[in-house]
């Protein structure tokens, strides 16, 4: 790959042409900005740093709204780079909670349902994550950026619960992914029954420290589900997977496997292909290494 990789502190020519392959940038997504928002935001600034209205700009490799980490943004000719940017293996750090669901396995949509937690523990979910490595078949949530017949999963989804219709998975075919390594990085167990009187705190574990101007001007069309009535089970499960692996099929799975619901309370992609969360720029970084060209 030949297209340049752009790195804090870097300053970058006022001329494209000075990068006949393109420009990759790591982005460090920002907590409730969805991927276009960082698009939108990445190419008003380069096609003023460049004086070119028609650059081209895209992204390899989609994070939902409430997921944050590495977004790789591509800049110029880098743009054709983006499906094999894609290919690469990614890695990413989950908040998986126990004992129940929403509709889209994160909280984009709020808890619609409630299970026992009997069977859930560090020890059986110890076991469970094992038989999650390796290659296998995977339904992608309905809420998702798949293709149904030529429409989006997700709006097909968002029509089925705005009717207050049910929102089956299974309309979705299987893909096949491999999920290379689970790591259980830590594990809290829930104290009191979900929907109880007084029940504790839920913690979120969103990472919002990576841009906290970017984060308050986040986009005010997500919606966050208010999960602090619930003290759930919950871990933190770092995952190596392939193209195409869906973390919160994955966290459905792994409820389904310990006989009970889950959902994701948080999502940060720490590896993208070859980028670590290390080497992403914020906004705010991104924004220092374009400047206006003078007039």
């Known amino acids: 790959m030949n ?14 042409g000075d990068y006949p ?9 920002p907590y409730r900005w969805t991927s276009a928002d960082v698009i ?3 190419k008003w600034m380069a096609v003023k740093h460049f004086g070119k209205r028609n650059l081209k700009v895209g992204h390899a490799g989609t994070l939902d709204p409430l997921a944050t980490g590495v977004l790789n943004v591509c800049i110029g000719k880098a743009t054709r780079l983006a499906d094999e940017i894609q290919k690469y293996p990614k890695q990413y750090l989950a908040g998986v909670s126990f004992g129940a669901v929403t509709p889209s396995y994160d909280l984009e949509k709020e808890i619609s349902e409630t299970f026992p937690v009997d069977g859930v523990s560090e020890e059986a979910l110890r076991a469970v994550l094992e038989s999650f490595v390796g290659e296998q078949d995977q339904v992608a ?8 017949d030529g429409v989006r999963a997700y709006e097909m989804a968002r029509k089925l ?15 096949r992914i491999t999920v290379y390594e689970l790591e259980l990085v830590s594990f809290t167990p829930g104290g009191d029954v979900p929907g ?19 984060v308050s001007s986040a986009s005010k069309r997500i919606h966050v589900a208010d999960i602090s009535g619930y003290d759930l ?12 692996t869906y973390i919160r099929a994955l966290a459905r799975d792994l409820g389904e496997a310990l006989g009970t619901g889950a959902f994701l309370h948080s999502l940060r ?26 007039k």
Do not use: W
């Open 40 to 42: 939108r935001k990445v």
């Open 161 to 175: 619960y705005k009717a207050g219709k049910p929102v089956p998975d299974d309309v979705l075919r299987s893909s």
């Open 196 to 214: 109880s009187a007084s029940p504790a705190k839920h913690p979120t574990s969103i990472d919002t420290t990576a841009d906290a101007a970017a």
């Open 3 to 16: 297209a340049l990789t752009a790195y804090r502190g870097m300053v970058l020519s006022h001329d494209i």
């Open 233 to 244: 089970p919950r871990a933190e499960i770092l995952v190596d997977c392939s193209k195409g």
């Open 141 to 148: 949530p309905l809420f998702s950026a798949k293709s149904v």
């Open 269 to 294: 992609r720490t590896r993208n292909g070859p980028y670590g969360v290390s080497e992403a720029l914020t906004v705010e970084e991104i924004a220092d290494i374009f400047t206006p060209q003078e």
């Open 21 to 29: 392959e393109g420009i990759v940038v790591p982005v460090d997504k």
